[in-house]
């Protein structure tokens, strides 16, 4: 079975551009969870999609959103880049999304925003 | 609210040593599940172990094993043989049983690095 991918890899932006992340689950997964990791603060968590609605929100500014489609691929999206999106950001799918569901990461992709 | 800490920002093993990572936690949650995921340089985070907090045995799964000490709300990875391919960012993490959502925190991470 294939495993979480995410595209794209790498990404470089500048100040003030908006950028869209993808994120494909393993198949029959149906929550995708967001995260971005930086050095200083760790993972913080984005935002959860289960059946095409986010039912969890962590505490990021609106200008980060995200939705899902029906066949439960996920994207992201970050409007007006600050230099501090510099990041990591790991996409995380599971079966059902209830807790304590484990969760299986992509590879991520590394944005930087110049 | 739930915290995962993880005190030790990193450590060296010999190669075939076996190696503890600490994590301890906090919750008001009476059900809860505790991960440990591996990050090496390439970025992929790695499922490695899983421990529910009812589950009365500790945890095993081929080379990692967590030492599971629920009143001194404990989560220990530990690693036994240790291979140069486990140098790697380490992640403690926990998840509530209820909720009906993904709710998952994460320590900071442990840092091992094995030494041939």
């Not at chain 1, 995410?6 to 198949?27: A, D, E, F, H, N």
């Not at chain 2, 915290?3 to 010999?14: A, L, R, S």
Request: proline content about 5%; aromatic content about 12%; hydrophobic content about 30%.
């Amino acid at each position: 079975k294939a495993g979480v991918t995410q595209t794209p890899r790498y990404l470089i932006k500048t100040r003030g551009q908006q950028v869209t992340l993808s994120c494909s689950p393993i198949s029959g997964h149906r929550s995708v969870s967001w995260y971005q990791q930086t050095p200083g603060q760790g993972l913080q968590f984005l935002f959860e999609y289960f059946s095409e609605t986010q039912r969890n929100k962590g505490n990021f500014p609106g200008r980060f959103s995200g939705r899902q489609f029906s066949n439960s691929r996920s994207e992201m999206n970050v409007s007006t880049l600050e230099l501090g999106d510099s990041a990591l950001y790991l996409c995380a799918s599971s079966l059902a999304g209830q807790g304590p569901d484990t969760q299986y990461f992509g590879p991520g992709t590394r944005l930087t925003v110049l | 609210a739930q915290k995962i800490t993880q005190t030790q920002p990193g450590m060296f093993v010999q190669e075939k040593e076996a190696v503890t990572l600490d994590c301890t936690y906090d919750t008001s949650d009476p059900s809860y599940g505790l991960f440990w995921y591996k990050q090496p340089s390439s970025g992929e985070m790695i499922f490695l172990i899983y421990q529910g907090s009812y589950d009365q045995q500790n945890a095993t799964e081929g080379r990692y094993s967590l030492n599971f000490q629920k009143a001194r709300k404990s989560a220990n990875l530990v690693i036994s043989a240790s291979q140069l391919g486990d140098s790697a960012m380490y992640f403690c993490a926990m998840s509530p049983l209820s909720g009906g959502y993904q709710k998952v925190t994460f320590g900071i991470g442990t840092k091992l690095q094995v030494i041939p």
